[in-house]
């Protein structure tokens, strides 16, 4: 344990400040943020493998503008299945020295890193805004939210670094002290490209873990990004390697990989419950269990009391919807409303939907393109199924824009039955259904009756019933009248239940004890053992 962590003077964990793009000043160095990434497009990027650029084995791959699909972001390697093992194996190498590298050294290192960031966030913002089609203000708050990542964790790492509190026994001195616990691999989604790959990398990273990151392929170059961020701030060779490639032959090769000592999962439940499957199964050559943080989305609802401020309410619910195309696994992608004030909030959600502009998220646009070919189709069956299960109120189809994209309008049905797919099945896109309920019972019977439980929201001002939804409404992240998106690193831990995954709490400040292993020592001083011995029962046998 290195008591000499606590001496780094850190100002008080605050998070970071979002921009105002109302300001002139801050539009026009987006616009020029913009202009220096388009000048940029189609370049190509290597692997980081143990500190080097490398050429991938297995071919290339290109990451598309989903708001112009005529745009190449940048060209990526493929990774060989040996390559990855490669990173794996160089990582477990510089785990041999990271893992003794004092805490505080490496709390710095987050710290730089958060500083590089914070220098780089408009070039940054511009490169989310191309790549995976959000509008200025959703692409800061992921940059802002990694920050927080990085600030967060080297604080708690810190914290962690004093030990679990013990009582001594007598002749004993007690220490129970937390260990790093290896090599490991990080996947990553598409949908927070920056903020969740870079939290998922920087909290095994500062608890003295080594990683293997590999992000969606959807986004490779936001993890791009990150590993410019991580060597500038001088994280040493190895600690961070970056493979980018097929799911298949890089992903889950390294999950199957008996020198994975733990997986670091956001996205899908199927891949979740695949990979937690992998994971189970003992592979030749495996001394461990190996750990599984995983986190695997949700069908979230927001509920509408009768007594509810019905404006806030329809904000709220078209905010929670439609906020970055759905594309949010805490998106509240249905509502369960109280049958006295459904129509009234009805015809308010259709209205406040239908005022949404779609368009390039280059001009920031409240609703975007979704981020793929495969998401596009996905969404429109979804659509399809709802104009048999509902009735459809707005949208329900391909969006007509100047630019050639993966544009959907905003889509509400109404009158959708609390079992129908639409409203029980994770759809990822810019898809609300709206379910009448006869009561507050009936809506908390509604909205645990699926398998996820993320996030959730309650818009009433019923003391009662408030109180009953803090206990009975079974979701990892509750929201009283607000929104149910828009988690804040240290302020609103993010986790789900059922699943949505093993409540991994990212932001909180037990989610480095996922990366750690316990270790209880007694230590006896040699001198006057007898006579200690002596006040045992045992030894008077």
């Keep these: 344990m ?20 109302n300001d002139p000043t801050q539009e026009k160095a987006i616009e020029s943020a913009l202009a220096d990434v388009r000048s940029k497009l189609g370049k190509e990027y290597p692997l980081y493998i143990n500190g080097e650029e490398v050429k991938g084995e297995s071919g290339t791959f290109k990451s598309i503008n989903p708001c112009n699909t005529d745009e190449t972001v940048g060209v990526f390697q493929k990774a060989s299945e040996q390559q990855a093992r490669k990173a794996l194996q160089d990582a477990w190498k510089a785990f041999e020295s990271w893992q003794y590298t004092p805490v505080e050294e490496r709390a710095e290192i987050m710290l730089r890193a958060a500083d590089i960031a914070r220098r780089r966030k408009m070039e940054i913002i511009a490169w989310e805004v191309t790549e995976v089609g959000q509008n200025y203000w959703e692409a800061d708050a992921q940059v802002a939210e990694g920050i927080d990542f990085l600030e967060y964790y080297a604080r708690q790492a810190l914290r962690y670094d004093q030990g679990m509190e013990v009582i001594n026994t007598q002749g004993d001195t007690n220490r129970t002290i937390y260990l790093p616990i290896g090599a490991g691999i990080s996947l990553s989604p598409w949908n927070f490209p920056f903020a969740i790959a870079l939290g998922m990398a920087c909290g095994p990273i500062v608890a003295g873990n080594t990683i293997v990151a590999k992000p969606a392929p959807e986004s490779p170059m936001m993890s791009q990004i990150i590993r410019e961020i991580f060597d500038e701030a001088g994280l040493p060779k ?62 979230n609802a927001v509920i509408v009391d009768s007594d509810s401020d019905l404006d806030m309410a329809a904000e709220a619910i078209v905010a929670s919807a439609f906020g970055f195309q759905g594309q949010k696994c805490s998106a509240g992608s249905r509502s369960l409303i109280h049958k006295d004030v459904y129509a009234e909030l009805q015809d308010k959600i259709v209205e406040k939907t239908k005022a949404l502009e779609i368009g390039n998220s280059k001009n920031n646009t409240l609703v975007n393109a979704v981020v793929s070919d495969e998401q596009y189709e996905k969404v429109l069956k979804y659509i399809d199924i709802g104009k048999n299960e ?38 990822f896109g810019p898809v609300l259904a709206l379910v009448s309920v006869d009561s507050f019972d009936h809506a908390l019977e509604v909205a645990n009756s699926v398998e996820y439980g993320l996030t959730g929201a ?54 480095l004890g996922q990366f750690l292993q316990s270790k209880s020592i007694t230590e006896r001083p040699t001198k006057g053992v007898k006579e200690l011995l002596n006040d045992f029962s045992y030894s008077k046998k």
């Design 2 to 21: 290195n008591k000499q962590a606590t001496k780094l003077d850190l100002p008080p964990y605050d998070h970071e400040k979002y921009l105002d793009f």
């Design 390 to 427: 509902g009735k459809l109120l707005t949208g329900g189809k391909k969006a007509e824009t100047d630019e050639p994209g993966y544009y959907i309008e905003p889509t509400v049905f109404g009158d959708v039955a609390p079992d129908a797919r639409i409203a029980m099945e994770e759809i």
């Design 238 to 299: 190895g600690v961070f390697n970056l493979v980018t490639g097929e799911d298949i032959e890089v992903g889950e090769n390294l999950v199957r990989d008996p020198d994975t000592r733990f997986i670091n999962f956001t996205g899908s439940k199927a891949v979740g419950l695949h990979i937690m499957n992998l994971a189970n199964t003992p592979f030749e050559g495996q001394k461990w269990l190996k750990r599984v943080s995983a986190e695997m989305g949700g069908k």
């Design 458 to 511: 309650l818009i009433s001002n019923n003391e009662e019933h408030i109180d009953r939804a803090m206990r009975e409404f079974h979701v990892g992240n509750l929201y009283i009248n607000r929104k149910c998106t828009g988690s804040i690193v240290g302020a609103q831990p993010f986790g789900g239940f059922y699943l949505s995954g093993m409540d991994p709490k990212a932001g909180g400040s037990d989610y």
